[in-house]
Structure formats: C-alpha cells, structure tokens
C-alpha cells in the first residue's frame, strides 16, 4: 500500500477545485496541486476572487493555499512529483459524431491520460474522478500501458464525485459516502486502500465503501439518473395536481413521510438543470442501446423527456395566461443559475424559458444575485449569429436587482430558488406597485406563500397547484 504524500489533480473545476481543496484542508501533510489547461482559471483561483462561487469554499482554499495547496497549469510536474493522480476533467455530451447528443466526448479524460502516460517516471495511482461511460478505466489502462516506457505501473481507481453545487463544501466534509472502485487483483485493492486512507483522515470509515471498478462506474451514472428520476415524477404529478386541485407539495410531503419512499428530492419545480442530470442520463441511455437493451434506453429517456416537457408546459401557462400573446411585453425573470447557492448556468432552465420568451418577442428582464452578466449573454447567444450581442441587447436586460427586473414587468417569472426571493425577502408589495396589470406573477419554485402575494394584488400561478 502506497502512503499518499502528494496528490495531483488534473482539472479545477466545480469538482477538481473543491473536492481537493477539501483533501488539503483535512490531510495537511499531503501536498495537493490542482492543475489545468486554463490560464484564466488557474490564475483565479489564485486570486482573491475564486472562479466558483461555493458557500464556504473560500475559508477553504484561503486557509491551505500556499501551503499544501497550489493551483497550477504546470501539469507536467504536478503529474511527475504525484503519488496520486486525479482524472477531474470535463466529460460533456458530444456535440457531433458517433453518439452525438447522446454519448459522453471522452477526448479530455484521453487527452488527461495521455499526458500522464509521456510524463510519469514512476508508479503511479490514477483515481477517475470525472463522472464516465462504464467500463472507461478499461481505455484508460490500455493508453496508459501501451505509452508508458519501463516497469512503471498504473493502478487505476474509480472515485466517482456525489457533491452538490451550492453544498459542495458541506457534502465534502461529510458525505453520505465515498465511494471507491478497483481491479479485485492485489494490485488494485492495495491501491483501493491507499485512497481509502486519505479519505479516512476526516470520513469515518463505514462511510468508504469500496467495490469493483465497473460497480463503481455505473453507480455513479445510477445515483444521478434515480435522483433526476425522481425530480420527474414529482414534475410528472405535478402536471397532474394543477389538472385536479391537488397540491404538489401536499402529495410529496404525504408520499415523502413513508419512510421507504423519504421526503428528499421531490420538489416540483420548472425541470431540473445543471450540468450533469441530463448528462448523464443520456449516457446511460447510449449505454443501453449500446448494449442492445433497447426498453431500458427508453425507460430512463423518459426522464428527460418529463424535464423537457416540464419546462414547455410551463411557458405555455404563461403565455396562455397573459392572453396568449406575450409580444411586447416584458417579462421579469428572477434567477438564471440552476439552483440557488451557485453561480453556475450549465443547463438551467432559466435559459430554455428566456429564449421561448425571445422567440415569441418579449422584452426579459433577467436578475440573478450570483451570475455574471457576460455569462448570461454566452448562454442566450444563438450559435451562427451574427451581432449576437447586439441582437440579445434588444430583447433582454441584465438588472442589478429584483425590482429593476420587475419594474413595468407584465409578468414575473421565478426560474431560480434562491432565498432573497421569497415572500418574506423582497418587498412584493413594492413590485407590484410598478408593475403593469393586472400583475402576473409565476412561481416556478414553489417560493412563495400564495395567500400573501394574492392579497397584494397579484394573479399568481405556481406550479403544481390550482388555487
Ligand atoms: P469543469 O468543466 O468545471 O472542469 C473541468 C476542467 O478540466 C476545466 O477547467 C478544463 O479546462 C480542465 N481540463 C480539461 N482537459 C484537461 C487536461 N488535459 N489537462 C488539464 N486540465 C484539463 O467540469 P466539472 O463540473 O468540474 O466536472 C468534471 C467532471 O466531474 C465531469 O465528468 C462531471 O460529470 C463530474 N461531476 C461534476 C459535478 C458538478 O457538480 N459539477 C459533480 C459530480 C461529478
Ligand atoms: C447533482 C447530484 O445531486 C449530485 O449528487 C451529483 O454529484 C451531481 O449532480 C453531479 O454529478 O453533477 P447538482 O446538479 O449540483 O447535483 O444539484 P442538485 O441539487 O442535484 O439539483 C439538480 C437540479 O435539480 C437543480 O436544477 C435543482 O433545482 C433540481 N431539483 C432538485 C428539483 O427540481 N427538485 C428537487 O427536489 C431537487
């Protein structure tokens, strides 16, 4: 078994930057150095301004920065002076080819792998961290093998990552879990337990299990397409209270407090996003029809499909609502980011809902507490277009504050959670003061205390209830 004293990890993104920064701030003698490609990146999380915004991240990385934490884009020494090398580099849907939309683009994890295979003078421990296609360890071994010179050896763990943004720091601290994969050879379980061991410096060890690297693997692809599945049926019945007077949050809470079914993840809501539920669901689906199981594909598309559908179903209340045109009007939409707590738009609803609203030529007037402006324009920019800025300028503003969106809105619009718009946050009374009316107001988050935001004034839909 290997004494881990220094660990690399390749990638510093919303998993490689905290995920190792949180190894640092438990295992100070190891020395942890997070490395990428990106000068930008790198050079901002040496800053005092990180690239992610992360609750309790910056205690972290401030804390063990330049002392056993360093970010770099030196990756060839970073690779060369490591025990252990962390895979965290994106693995996006391809955008074309064999599998296109579907199928993971492994070309970074290669390209990661490759790397390591040139550089590395000396046996080491290569940890996927990155979220793969089952059976990815296989093609990593084959490239490492087949490009490293001498009897250097390769272990190679699956150490797939659970966090959630905006509670990654949280979750990192204390998982549910820590799962770690392995070649059952004595190779790979004396490797297993030289990961395991770091771990074991902050998480109590009934909390490390440990399987094979194939179990691992699809658990990973498991766990986030049960959760999304989840988020889809409660979106599904959601459909279904707004048709009936029931009340969405009524059905979860009585469903939730069976215990075999748990009151976790069944908030209704304008369909999930972020950058990985979506993903990696289409992964498994590929998967699947690779492997010829053609109603298992199916059955988990289903869970896109419900998300897709959730977020037309909801644009077509509002449009429909506000006398079925919406052209000319403006629109106040209340957060962009996915969820609340992160700064990150990768696959928010917020931008399926703003570019309908575009095409049916409102006016959106988007507020978000933690998004860049710059960040909105790249996510609404039409691919070919050209004047992309310009043309966007026309139809949407970027507000510094809630009632900036709001004022003379005919509609707001809540796509995002965070807490800074809940009744007892903002002054509602102030919004509906300048808005047009009747005053439309659209919770996609179940935010709001309705009987409150009605007595103002407000006509108010939220989804999955029909008051
Ligand atoms: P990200 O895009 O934020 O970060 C990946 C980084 O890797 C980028 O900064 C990129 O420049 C860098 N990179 C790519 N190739 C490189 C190379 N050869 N050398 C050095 N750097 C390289 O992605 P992320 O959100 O951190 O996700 C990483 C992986 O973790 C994905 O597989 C994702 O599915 C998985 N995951 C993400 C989350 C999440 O909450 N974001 C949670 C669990 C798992
Ligand atoms: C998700 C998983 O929760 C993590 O365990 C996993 O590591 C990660 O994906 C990943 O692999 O990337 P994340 O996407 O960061 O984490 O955030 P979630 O809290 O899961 O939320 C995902 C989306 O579902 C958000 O848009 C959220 O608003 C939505 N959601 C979540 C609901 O609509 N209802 C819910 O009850 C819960």
């Not at 996609?444 to 009605?454: E, K, N, P, S, T």
Request: with cysteine.
């Amino acid at each position: 078994m290997v004494d881990v004293k220094s660990i690399c990890c390749i990638g510093a993104g919303y998993v490689g930057g905290p995920t190792c920064a949180v190894i640092a701030y438990k295992c100070h003698n190891i020395k942890v150095t997070i490395v990428d490609l990106n000068q930008a990146r790198i050079d901002a999380w040496n800053s005092d301004k990180l690239p992610i915004y992360e609750p309790g991240l910056e205690e972290v990385v401030f804390d063990r920065r330049g002392k056993n934490l360093f970010f770099t884009t030196d990756v060839d020494a970073a690779i060369e002076e490591a025990d252990l090398i962390f895979v965290s580099v994106n693995t996006p849907t391809k955008k074309t080819g064999m599998g296109a939309g579907m199928a993971a683009d492994l070309a970074y994890i290669e390209g990661a792998t490759r790397r390591i295979a040139e550089v590395a003078t000396r046996s080491k421990i290569v940890v996927e961290k990155s979220t793969v296609p089952c059976r990815t360890a296989e093609s990593m071994r084959t490239i490492l093998e087949a490009n490293s010179t001498g009897s250097i050896h390769f272990d190679i763990l699956s150490n797939p990552e659970f966090l959630a943004e905006g509670t990654a720091i949280k979750d990192l601290l204390n998982p549910d879990r820590v799962l770690i994969g392995a070649l059952q050879t004595p190779e790979g379980i004396s490797a297993q337990k030289s990961l395991a061991a770091v771990y074991q410096n902050w998480v109590p060890e009934d909390r490390v299990i440990t399987t094979n690297l194939w179990s691992s693997e699809l658990s990973k692809l498991a766990a986030n397409a049960l959760l999304a599945q989840r988020i889809s049926s409660i979106n599904a019945l959601s459909a279904i209270c707004e048709a009936t007077g029931a009340d969405v949050d009524e059905v979860a809470y009585a469903c939730g407090r069976d215990s075999r079914l748990g009151s976790k993840f069944l908030k209704a809501s304008v369909g999930f996003g972020g950058s990985c539920f979506q993903k990696d669901i289409l992964n498994l689906v590929y998967l699947s029809q690779q492997l010829n199981l053609p109603e298992v594909a199916d059955y988990w598309q289903q869970v896109v499909i419900m998300n897709e559908y959730q977020k037309k179903r909801f644009v077509r209340k509002i449009i429909s609502t506000l006398f079925n045109t919406i052209t000319n009007k403006r629109i106040a939409v209340l957060g962009f980011a996915f969820k609340k707590d992160t700064g990150d738009t990768r696959e928010s609803a917020a931008i399926t809902l703003i570019k309908d609203f575009i095409d049916e030529n409102a006016h959106v007037a988007i507020y978000d507490p933690k998004v860049e402006h710059e960040q909105i324009y790249m996510d609404l920019a039409e691919p070919g277009v050209v004047d992309n800025r310009k043309q966007l300028e026309k139809s949407i503003s970027i507000c510094g504050d809630a009632y900036e969106a709001c004022k003379g809105a005919d509609a707001v619009v809540i796509v995002t959670e965070w807490d800074e718009f809940k009744s007892d946050q903002l002054d509602y009374q102030r919004i509906y003061d300048n808005m047009h009316k009747p005053a439309f107001l659209f919770d996609g988050r179940l935010l709001l205390d309705a009987a409150q935001i009605r007595e103002i004034g407000f006509k108010v839909h939220i989804i999955g209830k029909n008051e």
